[in-house]
T-cell receptor, first 111, second 116 residues
Framework: GQQVMQIPQYQHVQEGEDFTTYCNSS?????IQWYKQRPGGHPVFLIQ?????EVKKQKRLTFQFGEAKKNSSLHITATQTTDVGTYFC???????????FGTGTRLKVLA | GAGVSQSPSNKVTEKGKDVELRCDPI?????LYWYRQSLGQGLEFLIY????????KSGLPSDRFSAERTGGSVSTLTIQRTQQEDSAVYLC??????????????FGDGTRLSIL
């Protein structure tokens, strides 16, 4: 079945450093969504990518969708303590409304 | 309410008992998802409802798990003869559905289920 892996599993950075998490699917995706879950909270939608090679930016966050639509990345520039949380990608394949969530990357920012 | 509402927020029960978890989606959202999240883990897809279509039950881990959605709105997830490995946070999400279904999912706060 479809699998979505994320690396790294954990990342500790000093405040101000950059951070990147990578998402890899075993199958070609129709679209991919990114979510952030703060400790003790529920996942909150960040962004969606649909087109091959698409790049989207939200302030310090940059999201990319691979040319083959099987991988994606989230890059945070100059991390802040408010960036702490777990970042999940969620991919959907064509013909289904089901999203498979990645394993998540837990980010800790040290002040 | 404005968001997805789940109840109860916490449930502690003895092994072997049945439990029922409730999800009230955002008004107008026709898609509804159930996920399970074990401590420190990712989200495991359980079941998906869309309008009057047959639900996608491919993620239900065993026949002890079932879910229904009445009137296209409120959904209940039932776990029969609970086991300790069923302990987890059960999250519900709803979304609008377009022709491509590329809509964000809005999550509830979850039900934390603990099996003693």
């Amino acid at each position: 079945g479809q699998q979505v892996m994320q690396i790294p599993q954990y990342q500790h950075v000093q405040e101000g450093e950059d951070f990147t998490t990578y998402c890899n699917s075993s199958t070609t995706l129709s679209n991919i969504q990114w979510y952030k879950q703060r400790p003790g909270g529920h996942p909150v939608f960040l962004i969606q990518l649909v087109k091959s090679g698409e790049v989207k930016k939200q302030k310090r966050l940059t999201f990319q969708f691979g040319e083959a639509k099987k991988n994606s990345s989230l890059h945070i520039t100059a991390t802040q303590t408010t960036d702490v949380g777990t970042y999940f990608c969620a991919g959907r394949t064509s013909g289904t409304y089901k999203y498979i969530f990645g394993t998540g990357t837990r980010l800790k920012v040290l002040a | 309410g404005a968001g997805v509402s789940q109840s109860p927020s916490n449930k502690v029960t003895e092994k072997g008992k049945d439990v029922e978890l409730r999800c009230d989606p955002i008004s107008g959202h026709t898609a509804l998802y159930w996920y399970r999240q074990s401590l420190g883990q990712g989200l495991e897809f359980l079941i998906y409802f869309q309008g009057n279509s047959a639900p996608d039950k491919s993620g239900l881990p065993s026949d002890r798990f079932s879910a229904e959605r009445t009137g296209g709105s409120v959904s209940t997830l039932t776990i029969q003869r609970t086991q300790q490995e069923d302990s987890a946070v059960y999250l519900c999400a709803s979304s609008l559905v377009s022709g491509t279904s590329n809509q964000p999912q809005h999550f509830g706060d979850g039900t934390r289920l603990s099996i003693l």
